[in-house]
């Protein structure tokens, strides 16, 4: 069992920064996958970063790319979405995934998930 527990939502003006965290508790942290995800409004809800809290994988989604940074702080369990030059269209509910094994990294391999953080972006 994992507990996940998201904060650091709020409203941003775009071009601005923002940095959520997710604090994991329940498993060793630095043997499960993890993974930030989002849904705005009206969409399907995609990847956002998938990587290893391990070490040895990381995945950042296009529209993200170049723009946020994942990292983490293993003595805490807790990772972080640095998240900067923002867009309106990064508005969304961000959800903190982990699972303990992931084979394709997509969301149906995490069965852990986070209450979400809601982030607004305004133009």
């Known amino acids: 069992q994992v507990q996940l527990k998201e904060s650091g939502g709020g409203s941003v003006q775009a071009g601005g920064s923002l940095r959520l965290s997710c604090e994991a508790s329940?498993?060793?942290?630095?043997?499960?996958?993890m993974g930030w995800f989002r849904q705005a409004p009206g969409k399907e809800r995609e990847t956002v970063t998938a990587?290893?809290?391990?070490?040895?994988?990381?995945y950042y989604g296009e529209a993200v790319k170049g723009r946020f940074t994942v990292s983490q702080d293993n003595g805490k369990n807790t990772v972080y979405l640095q998240r900067t030059n923002l867009k309106p269209e990064d508005t969304a509910m961000y959800y903190c995934?982990?699972?303990?094994?992931?084979?394709?990294?997509?969301?149906?391999?995490?069965?852990?998930w986070g209450q979400g953080t809601q982030v607004p972006v305004s133009s």
């Open positions: 329940g498993d060793t942290f630095t043997e499960l996958c």
């Open positions: 995934a982990a699972e303990a094994s992931c084979s394709t990294w997509s969301q149906s391999d995490y069965g852990y």
């Open positions: 990587f290893s809290a391990g070490g040895g994988y990381i």
